[in-house]
């Protein structure tokens, strides 16, 4: 009976496409060209998606940033899901780094956008502009020092309220001088400076006490006096004299006894867990990683009480100069960025990193001037966005961001946001087993995932949907199994999570129908345009032919490919369709 | 004889000359030209592309990697087999703003991620 209703409903299938499309007679539907895009390494399909129906449905010629899409999104999901204290960054089970704009849902893209406003790509030069070297990179790296910088800042402002955050741009400032001067100096000069008396024309001690125990460290509390300050300068001198150096030796010999003690704190009355070499490794993994990191913490933390008992007696000048170590950036990470990130937000450090590192940045050219130099404007601008917005969520720390990477996009936010106001979001789910929670502004039509619905009607359903948006103008997101792209059958079924031999290394992916078309054998097939810059044909299977092409009347298309429309919509989780104005 | 060479020769070259298909694309402000390489249509540097085997970026483009899926979000694989060999991506751009993704090898060479 099924089968008989499927071949019924392909019938239709055909009798309707060879009718023509759009109620005429027509075998073709074209939209105007939309921005060929390449996402790189970055997992923002879905808002590459958003960008181009944005793009369509407003019939402009402007690309949207699918960048700043992005994190709309991610501050708009956070919102639907209530998670207002989302982290802009999670550590996946294999210990990766992901960050909230890495995969998502082109319609909450939209809404997000509708919500929060977009912006023209031209005005998100850091990020996906010409020029950008592995964006992706450089997405990561400032979603971690913004995640992190947003963290650390709120732990460690946590109780001091109001008195905390007036004084954390000249906190920042601090803390990027120290930066700098790690990277340029010797250990000495930058010990010295550290502690306020490399030379006196550069910088007195008296005054670096002040400020820390006054602008810098607010915690710590009432200025010096002119007294203490003679007392200070004498004992730095003193120190100085003492010929104080990094000494990280004990390190290694520290690190063994913690970890056996750890081991065998943690592991009583586990052993049985210990039986899987897997979990073992990686459980001495993180193991090792706690006590490196406590011990990089803490060894430094003694050096500067010594120091500080070493200049005067006084509770609160010893708690600044714990801070002060704080502040201090460890040489290895001049030598890679990631660890220069690390550094600067002072996590992820380990004992390999710790013990493989000189006392001095001996190539200051590696954490080069320029990175410094962005470093310390875009810290600034982090700290103003930060006054402005001391008690926001996730949403309003994103919307920082926004103002912090992109000035001038953020200035469109409220302009383009008015456009999208008459649009809302159709998102018709073709698989029931994979869900989203769907907020403001998003219209779900789970029509063809209800009980009955066979196969072919299903993608029969699709097609129409599909063909009436067409159209129309508008162009379709699709979101799918890539697996069709190179393997050398219909795939069917439960998508991605099918494990078919030849078919492993497939995700979820979205993509954007913009075109359809009834070939003369009455099969018809869609032009689908990617975010992969102008790849067209894929690597197909080891010894496959085409499923896909790049031809269309002779010419090679760019970014965009042809393909059957069953064994896409055999492939497809959902569309979404912008439906007004 | 050397007179019909020659003049096969010039019959032909321009011929040859214009079965190239060049495009031009921006990195930061600088115009870079690449060639279309036939059948597939990826890019390559038009000193790489004539340069052949002896340009990385060439070199590379021979060896094809089945599609590879990497986390969520639809990745361009093409960026992580750049990566994975040893060449670091660089977004251009079109006149019209269309972007592309090149992989940047040790010698400067380059080739549009979809050759991969």
């Known amino acids: 009976m099924l089968t008989l209703l499927s071949i019924i409903a392909a019938t239709l299938i055909s009798n309707s496409a060879l009718a023509g499309m759009c109620g005429g007679s027509r075998n073709s539907v074209n939209i105007p060209p939309l921005q060929v895009q390449d996402q790189d390494g970055l997992g923002t399909c879905y808002a590459n998606q958003a960008s181009l129906l944005i793009q369509n449905a407003l019939g402009r010629r402007q690309p949207v940033s699918y960048q700043q899409l992005g994190m709309a999104y991610a501050g708009h999901r956070a919102q639907v899901l209530n998670l207002p204290n989302s982290s802009l960054v999670r550590v996946r089970d294999n210990g990766d780094r992901s960050f909230v704009t890495e995969g998502g849902d082109g319609c909450q893209a939209f809404a997000a956008a509708r919500e929060q406003g977009f912006c023209d790509s031209r005005s998100f030069q850091a990020l996906e502009r010409s020029g950008s070297e592995d964006p992706d990179r450089v997405q990561a790296y400032y979603l971690m020092l913004v995640a992190n910088f947003f963290d650390s800042q709120r732990r460690s402002l946590r109780g001091v309220s109001e008195e905390g955050w007036a004084n954390l741009e000249n906190n920042i400032a601090n803390f990027l001088v120290e930066q700098r001067q790690s990277c340029e100096l010797s250990t000495m000069d930058y010990m010295a400076i550290s502690f306020g008396a490399r030379t006196s024309e550069m910088i007195s001690a008296a005054s670096f006490i002040e400020q820390a125990c006054t602008i810098g460290y607010p915690l710590c509390g009432k200025p010096v006096s002119p007294t203490e300050a003679d007392a200070i300068r004498n004992a730095l001198a003193s120190f100085r004299s003492r010929n104080y150096d990094v000494d990280r030796t004990p390190i290694p010999n520290a690190r063994n006894v913690r970890l056996n003690a750890e081991a065998v704190r943690q592991l009583t009355g586990r052993s049985v867990a210990m039986t899987s070499n897997n979990w073992g490794r990686a459980f001495s993994d993180l193991l090792t990683q706690q006590v490196e990191a406590s011990l990089v913490q803490t060894l430094p933390a003694a050096r500067a009480r010594e120091l500080a008992q070493s200049l005067l007696p006084r509770a609160d000048i010893t708690y600044a100069a714990t801070q002060a170590r704080d502040s201090r950036i460890p040489r290895v990470e001049c030598t890679d960025p990631w660890a220069a990130y690390a550094t600067l937000t002072r996590r992820g450090l380990n004992l390999s990193q710790a013990t493989s590192s000189t006392a001095t940045c001996v190539d200051p050219g590696v954490l080069s001037q320029q990175s410094l130099g962005e470093i310390e404007q875009f810290a600034a601008r982090v700290t103003a966005s930060l006054r402005e917005q001391q008690s926001g969520g996730l949403r309003e720390r994103l919307r920082s961001l926004i103002s912090i990477l992109a000035p001038r996009c953020a200035e469109q936010l409220d302009t383009n946001r008015g456009l999208l106001n008459q649009l809302t979001c159709k998102e018709i789910r073709l698989n029931p087993s994979l869900g989203e929670v769907r907020g403001p502004h998003v219209q779900a039509d789970d029509s063809l995932v209800a009980r009955g619905v066979s196969a072919p009607a299903r993608r029969q359903g699709a097609d129409a949907q599909i063909e009436r948006a067409l159209c129309a103008g508008r162009a379709v997101g699709v979101d799918v199994c890539t697996a069709f792209m190179n393997y050398p059958a219909p795939v069917d079924t439960e998508f991605c999570s099918r494990q078919l031999p030849g078919i492993a290394g497939h995700g979820y992916h979205a993509m954007t129908i913009v075109s359809s078309e009834v070939l003369p054998n009455g099969k018809k097939r869609y032009l689908v345009q990617n975010s992969w810059g102008s790849s067209c044909d894929f690597p197909l299977t080891r010894n496959g032919s085409g499923l896909m092409s790049c031809e269309y009347n002779g010419i090679r298309t760019t970014g965009r490919f042809w393909v059957d429309s069953d064994l896409m919509l055999n492939n497809t989780i959902s569309l979404n369709i912008l439906q007004g104005r | ?116």
């Open chain 2, 1 to 116: 004889m050397k007179t019909t060479i020659l003049s096969l020769f010039l019959l032909c070259a321009p011929l040859a000359l214009a079965s190239e298909v060049k495009e031009n694309w921006s990195i930061g402000n600088t115009a870079i030209e690449f060639v279309q390489v036939p059948p597939r249509g990826f890019l390559l540097n038009t000193s790489c592309y004539h340069a052949k085997e002896k340009c990385q970026a060439f070199r590379e483009t021979l060896k094809r990697e089945p599609l590879v899926m990497a986390n969520d979000g639809g990745k361009n694989p093409g960026s992580a087999v750049c990566k994975k060999r040893g060449g670091s991506v660089v977004i251009a751009m079109s006149a019209i703003d269309e972007t592309q993704g090149f992989c940047v090898f040790a010698d400067k060479s380059m080739a549009s991620l979809d050759a991969f």
